[in-house]
């Protein structure tokens, strides 16, 4: 069946970048997403990006695809304390979304 | 707007205990799932329904029912409660509607809840 993987921790330093990384199987993905977690609380989207585009960027954010092989990234640039949370993965083939386990990012000051 | 809220958000229960939680969206969604979060494992959703009136198993559906009052509250019971269900629960809601709708499905989710059963 379909699986996300994702790498379980993430440590940076304040002001550097951060790179998180996911990999799929599903090769009939349409839309690859983003979320955030913050302690307590539920999944927030923080971008998603169309699988016919390379690359997507919001402000601190780039999200990079390489649908060859099947390889999803997130740049969080000059990345900041308050960026400490999970980060999933998530891929939607047809109907369903498919969650990966997620990347702790700690934030070192 | 509330967005998407549960009740309640913890709870402590012995094993064979039953309870029932709630969730209720104020977007006008179509679709409204139940996840479950367990560390390592991500997020493995336990049903779903892609429409008022109808309700589909997901990944990890057994010791669970669900059911779909109206379009703005889904909830999820656990007839007997196990140890194996201790977890956090997260409810989400989604505008997309029905079986191979396509579309990008951004889910809104709940605080959550989290259970333990002892």
Redesign the interface.
């Known amino acids: 069946g379909e699986d996300?993987e994702q790498s379980?921790f993430l440590s940076v330093r304040e002001g550097d970048s951060s790179v998180i990384n996911c990999t799929y199987t599903d090769s009939s993905s349409?839309?690859l997403?983003w979320y955030k977690q913050e302690p307590?609380?539920?999944?927030?989207?923080l971008t998603?990006i169309?699988s016919n585009m390379d690359m997507k960027q919001d402000q601190r954010l780039t999200v990079l695809l390489n649908k060859k092989d099947k390889h999803l990234s997130l740049r969080i640039a000059d990345t900041q304390t308050g960026d400490s949370a999970i980060y999933?993965c998530a891929e939607?083939g047809?109907?369903?979304?498919i969650?990966?386990?997620?990347t702790r990012l700690f934030v070192k000051a | 707007n509330a967005g998407v809220t549960q009740t309640p958000k913890f709870q402590v229960l012995k094993t064979g205990q039953s309870m029932t939680l709630q969730c209720a969206q104020d977007m006008n969604h179509n679709s409204m799932y139940w996840y479950r979060q367990d560390p390592g494992m991500g997020l493995r959703l336990i049903y779903y329904s892609a429409s008022e009136g109808t309700t589909d198993k997901g990944e990890v559906p057994n010791g669970y029912n669900v059911s779909r009052l109206n379009k703005r509250e889904f909830s999820l019971r656990l007839e007997s409660a196990a140890p194996s269900q201790t977890s956090v629960y997260f409810c989400a809601s989604s505008p997309l509607a029905g079986q191979g709708a396509r579309g990008v499905e951004t889910q809104y989710f709940g605080p959550g809840t989290r259970l333990l059963v002892l």
């Open positions: 996300v379980p349409t839309y997403y307590g609380a539920g999944l927030q989207l998603y169309f999933f939607t047809g109907f369903k979304t969650f990966g386990a997620g």
